[in-house]
């Protein structure tokens, strides 16, 4: 499993991240909105701390930088 995520696409996956479970946390996302926007935050979180995205895989993207081709 290589890195697909760069360094400013992790910093904002966790920015995301925080604001996702202060959204959940607070109340002020609830309901099926809530459990989403959980849901989203906890994958934000998991791909920045992994530096790996599937998604990103899956259309074949990468964020690393323009030198880093997906496939070597």
């Not at 994958?43 to 599937?54: E, K, M, N, V």
């Not at 895989?57 to 997906?70: Q, Y």
Request: with cysteine.
């Amino acid at each position: 499993m290589d890195t697909n995520v760069g360094i400013i696409d992790q910093r904002l996956r966790i920015a995301g991240a925080f604001i996702g479970t202060f959204l959940y946390v607070s109340g002020i996302a609830s309901g099926l909105t809530g459990t989403a926007v959980g849901l989203i935050a906890i994958y934000c979180f998991i791909t920045a701390l992994t530096r790996y995205c599937p998604a990103l895989e899956m259309i074949g993207l990468s964020t690393l930088g323009r030198f880093h081709r997906i496939g070597r």
